[in-house]
């Protein structure tokens, strides 16, 4: 199966070509333009790159959410438009999910040892994450947004951690430091790694995508948010 997936949940947008989950050529983009600039030709030169046409995939996969609310909608809406108009299917990949896949394990714990947190930061002591086996990525904890403390609490109390089965934390991604301040005040003890410069790479994507497989059609692709607007939230006190 060949995918073209995307990824535009966060501050870096990035598209690739992968092929049963090998690699054929990708992009990340870094810039300081917003997404709505750079996305699209990004994906046109990624495509150039691999050598094909709309015509030659066998669907898209991309990042639904959490993260930055303007990002996800305007993947989501390139994605939904180029589905619908070459015919193809698409997969709905959790941008937390995509992140810890994203991640290797560097530390000298082994992964059947570990937890990874992959963590996003939405601001005001909160992150969107969620806890998972880093070997198996069976989920502990469910993915939402949460107050960082109440997370890391939430992470101390997990049974494989209460009972040493898995001795080790690794929190990823730009809600690293927001779960570091947290951690630090819960005085819990834990083994503790951050990499608070981990991002959502397209191999992520792809890994997720890959072993979900889940095909839909691009009409039913929807964002999963895991909160309110701020918009929304303004207009509720209103």
């Known amino acids: 199966m060949k995918l073209l997936v995307c990824d535009t949940s966060n ?3 990035s598209a690739g070509i992968f092929e049963d989950g ?4 990708y992009e990340l983009s870094f810039e300081t ?5 750079t996305f699209m030709p990004l994906v046109h030169r990624v495509m150039e790159k691999a050598g094909l046409s ?28 180029m589905a619908l108009a070459s015919g193809k299917k698409c997969i ?21 040892e570990t937890i990874i947190v992959p963590a996003i930061d939405a601001r005001n002591n909160r992150v969107f994450a969620q806890a998972a086996e880093d070997d198996t990525l069976k989920t502990l904890i469910n993915e939402d947004a949460y107050d960082a403390d109440d997370l890391a ?38 083994n503790i790694y951050y990499a608070p410069g981990a991002a959502i790479m397209p191999k992520g994507v792809a890994l997720a995508a ?28 209103a």
């Open 11 to 13: 501050a870096n947008c």
């Open 22 to 25: 090998n690699e054929l050529c």
């Open 33 to 37: 333009l917003t997404h709505s600039e």
């Open 54 to 81: 709309h015509a030659d995939l066998d669907g898209y996969a991309v990042t639904v959410g959490p993260g930055s609310f303007t990002g996800i909608r305007i993947g989501l809406s390139a994605v939904k438009g």
């Open 92 to 112: 709905a990949v959790s941008s937390t999910e995509a992140l810890a896949r994203s991640c290797d394990n560097a530390t000298m714990t082994p992964k059947n």
């Open 153 to 190: 609490e939430k992470i101390s109390k997990i049974p494989e951690v209460i009972y040493g089965k898995r001795r080790q934390i690794l929190v990823v991604g730009s809600g690293a430091e927001v779960m570091k301040k947290a951690f630090e005040k819960n005085q819990c003890g834990l």
């Open 210 to 237: 890959f072993a979900s497989s889940e095909m839909i059609d691009a009409i039913d692709l929807k964002a999963s948010y895991c909160a309110v607007s701020q918009a929304e939230r303004l207009r509720k006190n």
